[in-house]
């Protein structure tokens, strides 16, 4: 099966739900997942519902959980470098036919790493492995790399009324 890449970027709600739903889909399939979430760490319900699939899907955090205002700290940076790393060293290994790079688009743009970056991994990608970025603001250079782009646009959504993030539904 030949892979590509897809980025879900956009302002809208879903980036990460509609990477997390191919991530099922493909261990439904018996393949193996590979998901590396940027600038995030702590618990989370996909995560806790991911782990029921831990046979076929890891899921790896490279973030210290904080929101990056501004220039990012080292610690920030290196926690970002070292995901890169691994998922090079994921990418190289072969095993895993999904591989999910969660809000890599908004660690390029805060300067946890590059766009640059981002194209090295695209063109280490197996050929039979499928890449998947997420996240607000993709850089131009990575839209052209990619396959398949989806943007998803805000029309509407419950916070600017005051809800707060309900746990099972986002968060």
Known sequence: MKGFVQVYTGDGKGKTTAAIGLAVRAAGAGLKVYLAQFM??????????????????????????????????????????????????????????????????????????????????????????????TGRGAPDEIIEAADLVTEMKAVRHYYSKGVQARVGIEK
């Open 40 to 133: 995030k760490l702590g618990h989370y319900s996909e995560t806790t519902a991911l782990a029921r699939f831990s046979d076929l899907i890891t899921v790896e955090q490279f973030g210290l959980g904080r929101f990056i205002q501004g220039k990012p700290s080292a610690g920030e940076i290196a926690a970002a470098q070292k995901g890169l790393e691994k998922v090079k060293t994921v990418l190289a290994g072969g095993e895993h036919k999904l591989v999910i790079l969660d809000e890599a688009n908004v660690a390029v743009m805060t300067g946890l790493f590059s766009a640059r970056d981002l194209l090295e991994l695209i063109a280490a990608k197996p050929e039979d492995t499928e890449l998947v970025l």
